[in-house]
Nanobody, 121 residues
């Protein structure tokens, strides 16, 4: 059974870059045909998909966040990383990593527990 665990700083200053890592166990991030995603939930709002890195290494980002987002991976550590630049308080949210398969859209079957990130000076 695959498990995902987010890690990273819980407090980021405005204009800085938020960086989070998802460590995956119980399955390889290069296994066909999984899509390794980042999703967030701001306080009092719904879930927002940020982007994914696919089993192949290709990436795809939400158009609304594309200019500030980068997702990369370290296959030797079975980890993938989110970087979100130029953050503002509006980027405060619980951030989740998740594994999906393509089934019409993305079907998220496995999630990390989430990590709170607060953007504040």
């Amino acid at each position: 059974q695959v498990q995902l665990q987010e890690s990273g700083p819980g407090l980021v200053k405005p204009s800085q870059t938020l960086s989070l890592t998802c460590t995956v166990s119980g399955g390889s991030i290069t296994t066909n045909y999984y899509y390794w995603s980042w999703i967030r939930q701001p306080p009092g709002k719904g879930l927002e998909w940020i982007g994914y890195i696919a089993y192949s290494g290709s990436t795809y980002y939400s158009p609304s966040l594309k200019s500030r987002t980068s997702i990369s991976r370290d296959t030797s550590k079975n980890q993938f990383t989110l970087q979100l630049s130029s953050v503002t308080p509006e980027d405060t949210a619980v951030y989740y990593c998740a594994r999906a398969v393509a089934a019409g859209g993305l079907d998220f079957g496995s999630w990390g527990q989430g990590t709170q990130v607060t953007v504040s000076s």
